[in-house]
């Protein structure tokens, strides 16, 4: 790059910070980044920069195809790989994913952050006082790789509460069903044996009538068969329970 060009890009960038962050102005800042992007197509902080502000003003798809396209030209990139991690997160609730994005993002930490500080000098931008606290240190991964975790582990809990209640539920239906039905089974068992006794005592009034013994208890065995039968039905109902 010729050294007009790499003045025009350091200035751009400058216009980007100052419209976006002095006046407000998102639309312009990205206009300025876009215009250094052609001057410089490999400069790793545009692409950050840009993400950052398309995050900020809830264009999340573009804020996407923005780090995609970085991490194509720059797969070391550890800032790149957090703010992938801060979109999945926090606008995808993709927190295993977003974990696993972290967790790069550490490890090339420490080749890449002085890359990074090499970059802003030669673009003059080490003396922009915004740039100081802009990247990432190693205790702000660590920290975000925690929250992950955390998030995790009340989402695993969170599932596993939704799964109880979803048996609770499930067993109480069963429960309320089985007792409707036992509802029914015990009137027709009530209907059943106030049947049989009114048979009963229907045919004991019969008994004086018999001129033998032997007709009595013929009589009688055949007035006992009902109740045993009933006695047999309630067993066979209940035992199965």
Request: hydrophobic share 40%; aromatic share 10%.
């Amino acid at each position: 790059m010729s050294q007009d060009n790499s003045k025009k890009e350091s200035d751009l960038i400058s216009q980007a910070i100052s419209n976006y962050y002095q006046h407000g102005n998102a639309l312009i800042a990205l206009n300025n980044l876009d215009e250094a992007i052609v001057l410089n197509p490999l400069n790793s902080f545009i692409y950050q920069f840009k993400t950052d502000i398309l995050i900020d003003k809830g264009l999340v798809e573009k804020a996407e195809e923005t780090i995609a396209i970085g991490l194509g030209l720059f797969p070391q990139n550890h800032e790149l790989y957090k703010r992938r991690a801060v979109v999945k997160s926090s606008h995808k609730k993709d927190y295993s994913g977003a974990l696993d994005d972290i967790n790069i993002a550490i490890t090339l930490f420490e080749s890449n952050s002085n890359n990074q500080k090499d970059l802003w000098t030669k673009l003059n931008l080490d003396k922009i006082d915004f740039l100081k606290d802009y990247t990432s240190n190693k205790v702000d991964l660590v920290n975000i790789r925690e929250e992950l975790k955390r998030r995790l582990d009340i989402e695993s809990l969170y599932s596993h509460i939704v799964l109880m209640k979803n048996e609770l539920e499930e067993r109480i239906r069963d429960n309320e069903d089985k007792m409707n039905n036992d509802k029914f089974r015990y009137i027709e068992i009530l209907g059943l044996f106030t049947a049989v006794i009114g048979f009963v005592f229907a045919n004991v009034q019969k008994f004086p009538t018999f001129n033998s013994p032997i007709e009595a208890l013929l009589f009688g065995i055949c007035l006992v068969i009902p109740l045993i039968l009933f006695a047999l039905l309630i067993h066979l109902i209940f035992g199965n329970k």
